[in-house]
C-alpha cells in the first residue's frame, strides 16, 4: 500500500509559467515532507521540506505547501525554467519506521518548455 | 569523502551473470539505503543498513539479490544469475540516523544494464 503518492507522472508547462507539483500522503504520524529532484545519470538531490507543523516554506522560485487535513502537499515552482526539467520526488518522514527514514512516491518527471 | 560515491558508474553484463555494486556512504552516516529505478518507474526501496541492527531485506525483489555492509562503511549489493528484468539505475543514500536528520544524501548511482 502506498503511503505517498504522486498521481500524476508527468507535467508539461510553458517556460515562465508557475508548475505546481502535487502529493498526498495517507500516514497521519509524518513529521516532515521533502521534495528531492533527479535529473538523468544523476541521484536525487535534496530541493525543499517542510515540517508538518508549518503550512507553507518558500525558498526562491519554490514554494512547499502542506494540507495536513487533506493530507496534500504541493510544490510550486514560479516562474519556471528550462533547467527546472526533472523528475520530482514526494518523500515523507517516517523515522524509525520499516524500509528507513524516509517514504519516497514514484515521481513526476517535469517537461518545461521553452 | 564529501559525499556518497558508487561504482562502478555503469555496468554491462551478461544475462547470469553475477555482479556486485559497491557504496561508500558519507563518512560518520550510520544508515545506508538501497533503491532502484528501472525504466519510466520510480524509487523502488531494496533494503537498509542502520548501525549493527539487522539490515530491512524487505524490499529485495528475488533471492538472487543480497546485500551486506561492514560496519558503519562500504556497502555491497550483489545480483547473482542476473535477468534483463534486472537493468536499472541502482543508487545509494547515506544518512545520519538522528530525531534531528531530515533527509538522505544520494549517490550518482549504478546503471546496470543486462544482455
Known amino acids: 500500500d502506498q503511503q505517498v503518492k504522486q498521481n500524476s507522472p508527468s507535467l508539461s508547462v510553458q517556460e515562465g509559467r508557475i508548475s505546481i507539483l502535487n502529493c498526498d500522503y495517507t500516514n497521519s504520524m509524518f513529521d516532515y515532507f521533502l521534495w528531492y529532484k533527479k535529473y538523468p545519470a544523476e541521484g536525487p538531490t535534496f530541493l525543499i521540506s517542510?515540517?508538518?507543523?508549518?503550512d507553507k516554506n518558500e525558498d526562491g522560485r519554490f514554494t512547499v505547501f502542506l494540507n495536513k487535513s487533506a493530507k496534500h502537499l504541493s510544490l510550486h515552482i514560479v516562474p519556471s525554467q528550462p533547467g527546472d526539467s526533472a523528475v520530482y520526488f514526494c518523500?515523507?518522514?517516517?523515522?524509525?519506521?520499516?524500509?528507513?527514514?524516509?517514504?519516497f512516491g514514484k515521481g513526476t518527471k517535469l517537461s518545461v518548455k521553452p | 569523502g564529501a559525499g556518497v560515491s558508487q561504482s562502478p558508474s555503469n555496468k554491462v553484463t551478461e544475462k547470469g551473470k553475477d555482479v556486485e555494486l559497491r557504496c561508500d556512504p558519507i563518512?560518520?552516516?550510520?544508515?545506508l539505503y538501497w533503491y532502484r529505478q528501472r525504466l519510466g518507474q520510480g524509487l523502488e526501496f531494496l533494503i537498509y543498513f542502520q548501525g549493527n541492527s539487522a539490515p530491512d531485506k524487505s524490499g529485495l525483489p528475488s533471492d538472487r539479490f543480497s546485500a551486506e555492509r561492514t560496519g558503519e562503511s562500504v556497502s555491497t549489493l550483489t545480483i547473482q544469475r542476473t535477468q534483463q528484468e534486472d537493468s536499472a539505475v541502482y543508487l545509494c543514500?547515506?544518512?545520519?540516523?538522528?530525531?534531528?536528520?531530515?533527509?538522505?544524501?544520494f549517490g550518482s548511482g549504478t546503471r546496470l544494464t543486462v544482455v
Open positions: 517542510i515540517s508538518s507543523i508549518k
Open positions: 563518512s560518520g552516516h550510520t544508515a
Open positions: 543514500a547515506s544518512s545520519p540516523w538522528t530525531e534531528a536528520n531530515y533527509g538522505y544524501t
Open positions: 518523500a515523507a518522514r517516517n523515522y524509525g519506521g520499516s524500509q528507513g527514514n524516509l517514504i
